[in-house]
Structure formats: structure tokens, C-alpha cells
């Protein structure tokens, strides 16, 4: 049995570094990263790692093409919002974006998926998408940092609650992973909760 980790808005692959650490673990990880410049340090520092498969895309609830608001002398935190604090007033690039939807229909539905998100407010959309119907049940655990309100996203607001709201009536705990104060805690917690779900 693999365990499928989805690591959507990768960055320079901290966690699944973290988990391939582990040989005796049957993973197959795919890191969606739409930014260039971090694209070209993950596929340098993965470039030998046959359990990886690297997507120079934003994942996102459509197929095709998206404006990516970000500045290159910023590196990380670009985003598909141009209201994003960081965004604002950034020169953007058009950008490949992938359907969740289509990725994870794709997936087996017998074996766990991780969902691991940091993508800068794609999760609003993802999310939304995924709970139109009952694909959202083919994921073991999920990973959430949300990006919203006056510091984040401020457009995204009433999407966070919709979502929050959706959550609580289905039953789906967002584990901590490497978002919060207690960094490196909650990644070291996580990621034996990953591993906790391969036999």
C-alpha cells in the first residue's frame, strides 16, 4: 500500500524531505509549486528522489492558465490573489494551474491520501470544489493553513467560514503541520500521524 502525499504550494519541501527520510515508508509525494525560482531549488535538491514528482503549477479548482501575483526579490508567498497583502501591487506571470478535482480522482481509492496545503489561497477554491460531492472522503488527513481576513486575503473571509462550517459537519479535523508558532512540535507530530497511516 503507498501513501499518496499531495504537498500543494511546496515551497522548498521541508515536510516531505522530513517524511522521505524515512526508506522504509511507501510514499509517493507530489509537490504543486507554481513559482519558478522555487521549481528550479526543488527539482535541484529532489533531483535524485524517485518517490517526487514535481508540478510547476498552482492547484486550484480549473485547468489552464492564472495570473501569479509575486516578486522575485520576495521569493515564496506568491499568490493567485491579487489582494493578498503581499500581492498587492506585485507584477505577476501567467502561471499553469491544475484541477485538485482531476488529481485526486486519479488517485486509488484503497489506498490513504495526505492533503497538505499552504498555497497562498487556493485552498478556498480546492476545498470548495471538493466538497460539492463526496471526493473530499478519499482523503485520510488534511493540512491546512488558511489564508484570510485583513492579514492574509480579505476577499477570502467568507469562504473560510463556509469551508470551517463544511468541516465541522463532515467530521474533518486540519492536523497541524509546519504553519504555527510551534514549528518544528507540530511538524515532528505530523508527520508520525502520516506515517500512522501505512500499515
Excluded at 497583502?85 to 507584477?91: F, L, N
Amino acid at each position: 500500500m503507498s501513501l499518496h502525499f499531495l504537498d500543494i504550494g511546496a515551497r522548498k519541501g521541508r515536510t516531505v524531505n522530513n517524511l522521505l527520510k524515512d526508506n522504509t515508508l511507501d510514499i509517493k509525494a507530489y509537490l504543486f509549486e507554481p513559482n519558478p525560482i522555487v521549481v528550479k531549488h526543488l527539482r535541484e535538491r529532489f533531483a535524485t528522489e524517485t518517490r517526487i514528482t514535481i508540478y510547476k503549477a498552482a492547484l486550484t479548482d480549473r485547468i489552464g492558465t492564472i495570473p501569479l501575483y509575486w516578486d522575485e526579490d520576495t521569493g515564496e508567498g506568491a499568490s493567485i490573489y491579487f489582494d493578498k497583502k503581499t500581492s498587492i501591487g506585485a507584477p505577476h506571470i501567467d502561471v499553469t494551474c491544475m484541477s485538485a478535482r482531476k488529481v485526486i480522482q486519479d488517485l486509488p481509492d484503497d489506498e490513504p491520501i495526505v492533503f497538505y496545503s499552504n498555497c497562498e489561497g487556493s485552498e478556498f477554491e480546492i476545498m470548495e470544489d471538493l466538497f460539492k460531492d463526496d471526493l473530499w472522503k478519499k482523503i485520510s488527513l488534511w493540512s491546512i493553513a488558511f489564508h484570510h481576513g485583513d492579514r492574509k486575503i480579505p476577499s477570502m473571509k467568507p469562504a473560510y467560514f463556509r469551508i470551517q462550517k463544511q468541516m465541522d459537519e463532515f467530521g474533518i479535523e486540519n492536523v497541524p503541520g509546519h504553519f504555527h508558532k510551534k514549528a518544528d512540535i507540530e511538524l515532528a507530530e505530523f508527520i508520525e500521524k502520516v506515517k500512522a497511516l501505512v500499515p
